[in-house]
Structure formats: structure tokens, C-alpha cells
């Protein structure tokens, strides 16, 4: 395996409270890759939970920076440094409120909106130009943002869980054998209850 060609970063918080929150769905689809690709996440580097391995024959680094959502980005760019990787070798994964629930957005760049470790990521970087996949959590009924993306997930959310982890491991691997642009084609989706709507 030579040197590492791609960092994916998911977004999360330590704790085993937090564990199975939506705000943790970066967490989860980064364990989904690791298990898809016989990575052990246990190297502990620039504040994060690190596993190196490799997608068919990429090498790549997979990540879980442990310093709290807020402040995941002074982690993701010593990463970057420590593997002497260029922005565009950057795929972070984090859930967005602003998307409703099984919903999933490629996107090459963008502003971070409200999501607080995009904001610190964005902030440390410099830059928006690094590819992002969107993961919805809206459950589409009013809610209290903070206590919702903290809260254990409830049943009805937990029973779609699986598959869109799934589904979410193989858009990252897409993006990294095939590029944005055909990821894009192949795994932007609405919510399966919005496909009618637009």
C-alpha cells in the first residue's frame, strides 16, 4: 500500500452518548467504510481516531476527529498535512438538518450553512472547496434543532438507518473511484416521500 491518496472525514462527537444521535451519521458511515474495506479505525492522530487502508487499490485514510463537532477543523487540517494531501483529496461526511431524513447530496463545494463543524473545517482550511456528501436528518415534523441532532434516534428513523448508511459508504467510494461529477448523477437523492413533489 503506498502513500495515502484520500482522507475521508466523518463528522460526529465523542461518547457513547452521542453514539447513535443523527448528529453522528459521519461517524457511522466512516465505521460502515471501515468494516466494506477491512479498515481498523484505532491509530490515534491529530486529535482524531484514524484507519488506514485502501479502497480496490487506493490507499486512503479514514477519520473521526474526537474533539467535539465544533471543533473539528484544526484535526482535519493536520490530517491533510500529515498525509500531504491537497484539498481536493478531502471528502467529509456530516449529517445536514436543512435536508430532509434519506435524503443525500455530493457537492464540490458549498457554504457550511449552519452546520458548526463545517463552519470550524471551513474556517481552518480557508477555503469551501472541498468535496462534502450531505446526509439528511430532518425528520419533517417541527423539532428543537439542538436536542434533535444530540437525541438517540427514534425507532421509526433507526428502522432506515442501515441502508442509508449503506448507501451513503458506497457514494464516498464512488466519489473515489469515479469522481464528483458521476457520483453526483449516480447518489444525489430527495427523500423518497419529496420524489413526486418536484
Do not use: C
Request: aromatic share 6%; proline share 6%.
Amino acid at each position: 500500500m503506498g502513500d495515502v491518496q484520500y482522507l475521508v472525514v466523518g463528522l460526529g462527537n465523542p461518547g457513547e452518548e452521542y453514539a447513535n444521535s443523527p448528529h453522528n451519521l459521519g461517524f457511522l458511515v466512516v465505521d460502515r467504510l471501515a468494516e466494506r474495506n477491512s479498515i481498523r479505525i484505532s491509530r490515534k492522530e491529530n486529535m482524531a481516531l484514524v484507519g488506514l487502508g485502501s479502497f480496490g487499490n487506493i490507499p486512503l485514510a479514514l477519520a473521526q476527529p474526537q474533539t467535539f463537532m465544533n471543533l473539528s477543523g484544526p484535526s482535519v487540517k493536520g490530517l491533510l498535512e500529515r498525509y500531504g494531501l491537497g484539498i481536493d483529496r478531502l471528502i467529509v461526511v456530516h449529517d445536514e438538518l436543512d435536508l430532509p431524513w434519506q435524503s443525500l447530496r455530493v457537492k464540490p463545494d458549498g457554504s457550511p450553512a449552519g452546520h458548526n463543524g463545517m463552519k470550524s473545517i471551513v474556517a481552518s482550511l480557508g477555503t469551501t472547496q472541498f468535496v462534502r456528501v450531505r446526509l439528511g436528518i430532518h425528520p419533517g415534523h417541527p423539532i428543537q434543532g439542538a436536542q434533535f441532532v444530540l437525541a438517540p434516534f427514534k425507532r421509526a428513523l433507526r428502522e432506515e438507518l442501515e441502508s442509508i448508511v449503506g448507501f451513503s459508504a458506497a457514494a464516498v467510494e464512488s466519489i473515489i473511484a469515479e469522481g464528483v461529477e458521476k457520483s453526483m448523477t449516480k447518489f444525489n437523492r430527495r427523500a423518497p416521500s419529496l420524489k413526486e413533489e418536484e
